[in-house]
């Protein structure tokens, strides 16, 4: 389809300028100064007063995630649908191989699962184990798949979780084939034995969750990790940063000009440990990892989005029903561990970031499109307005004012983590490959499943 978009501002990573697109055949053809395009469009979009910003990319999301309280409430189809809704185009999903089985056949397999994803969609690959042939299996991925980041866990060490050795071996094994490893980093064995004493001690409400997972834990994780990255001489990307603790480290690392990488999501921003006082009902949807943290922790995150320690911006997306959570209702042990805001995301650090001047404009952009795209190997094709790239475009009204709640969002679940935020801003279009999936600020649908994204660094 042919569209015009004129009358807008256009806002990149890097400036901010009035400008007309033209998209056909999913692309942006051109752009050009306002009322200067002679063109033969089959839809006019008039986005006088609007911003406009290349499609939200989240490098972090968990759909479809299989745990003992049953798969995560959004699937593949119903997460990509919120993201859309919420001006993100593009998800970056795991594939989480069983230990004994082989990267590509856990691959294949979520292949399959990813099926009905509507917007563009690639994964990383998670080793949970180290053999002997894995790194083979490592270059393979980067080589024949286009998968070149891969995470790894330093906690969950009864599952997915890899103890020291292997995790160092890892990293040597990706920065031989040309990779990144992304990192879960919390101190998972100091993390188990403060989890058993206190439910030993009757200690099993989810007030225990945050005091059994410290944020000196998750801060010594980074540190150990950032040291192994340099030692492998490996790019490293860690994953759901919380704690002012660990900026030190990355800033240093930083300094040194490691090729070392940070994201932090909206939750660590905006909410603290306070959330864990009350009920059952009331603090449940609030548990997961890494805890909430204190309010000193919110401010020195956003500290680190202004100054640029952290680039990236996810949403560690994984929502659970209120029933699964009770799974947990006697140890919070077994509360399904994660909470849902891909619909949010640009909502929520457009309000509380660009609004309260915390982050330009241009930043904002950076944080939850450009940078993601060019740490992951996706950039020019996404998160950018230029010629050639993917038509990925949000049409931006700076004024849309909103309150967040379960009733009216689209992600499935039935709680909400930000229920009574009032926000300003949302989207009134968005293109995903050229398709308008959101007219008018309202949820227009999208007939055709988006494409697995093959990556090179």
Not at 137 to 164: N, R
Not at 271 to 279: Q, W
Not at 351 to 370: A, C, D, M, W
Not at 380 to 409: F, M, Y
Request: aromatic share 8%; net charge negative.
């Amino acid at each position: 389809m042919k569209i015009l978009i004129k009358n807008g501002m256009l806002v990149t990573a890097e400036r901010t300028f009035a400008a007309d697109i033209f998209v056909e055949d999913g692309k942006i053809s051109r752009i050009e100064n306002p009322g200067t395009l002679s063109v033969s469009a089959e839809k006019t979009i008039d986005a006088t007063g609007l911003l406009i910003f290349p499609g939200g990319i989240d490098p972090h999301v968990h759909m479809h995630l299989p745990t003992p309280a049953g798969f995560s409430s959004d699937d593949f189809y119903s997460g990509s649908r919120a993201a859309l809704a919420g001006g993100t185009t593009t998800l970056i999903d795991f594939v989480t191989p069983h230990r004994g089985e082989p990267l590509k056949e856990a691959l294949e397999k979520r292949k399959a699962e990813a099926a009905s994803c509507l917007t563009d969609y690639a994964f990383h690959m998670s080793p949970v184990e180290w053999r002997q042939h894995l790194p083979e299996e490592i270059k393979a991925c980067i080589t024949e798949e286009g998968i070149p980041s891969f995470k790894v866990y330093m906690a969950y060490k009864d599952s997915i979780g890899l103890e020291d050795d292997a995790l160092q071996k890892v990293f040597y094994a990706v920065a031989e084939a040309g990779g990144m490893v992304t990192a879960h980093c919390e101190l998972g064995d100091e993390i188990e034995q403060l989890r058993r004493d206190y439910v030993q001690n009757g200690q099993t409400t989810p007030e225990y969750h945050p005091l059994s997972r410290p944020a000196e834990l998750e801060a010594g994780a980074v540190e150990k990790a950032i040291a192994m990255a340099a030692r492998a001489n490996c790019p490293f990307y860690i994953v759901h940063v919380s704690a002012a603790g660990s900026l030190e480290f990355i800033r240093q690392a930083q300094q040194r000009k490691q090729p070392v990488f940070a994201e932090s999501c909206p939750h660590y921003l905006l909410l603290d440990d306070s959330r864990y006082k009350g009920s059952f009902e009331q603090t449940a949807p609030y548990v997961l990892s890494p805890p909430l943290r204190k309010k000193s922790d919110n401010r020195a995150l956003w500290q680190a989005l202004s100054d640029g320690t952290i680039q990236s911006m996810g949403t560690d997306h994984c929502p659970f029903m209120m029933e699964q959570k009770r799974n947990g209702l006697h140890d919070f042990r077994k509360i399904a561990n994660g909470a849902g805001s891909v619909e949010h995301r640009l909502t929520l650090l457009y309000t509380y970031g660009v609004l309260q001047n915390k982050i330009s404009l241009n930043r904002f952009v950076e944080l939850i499109s450009t940078r993601p795209a060019k740490i992951f190997g996706l950039y020019p094709q996404k998160g950018a307005l230029l010629p050639g790239a993917d038509a990925d475009i949000v049409i931006w009204n700076p004024e849309k004012e909103k309150t967040i709640s379960a009733q009216n969002h689209m992600m499935h679940c039935d709680t909400d983590i930000y229920e009574g935020f009032k926000t300003t801003g949302a989207p009134e279009y968005v293109l995903s490959s050229g398709h308008v999936v959101v007219e008018n600020g309202t949820w227009k649908g999208k007939a055709e499943p988006g494409r697995f994204l093959r990556r090179k660094l």
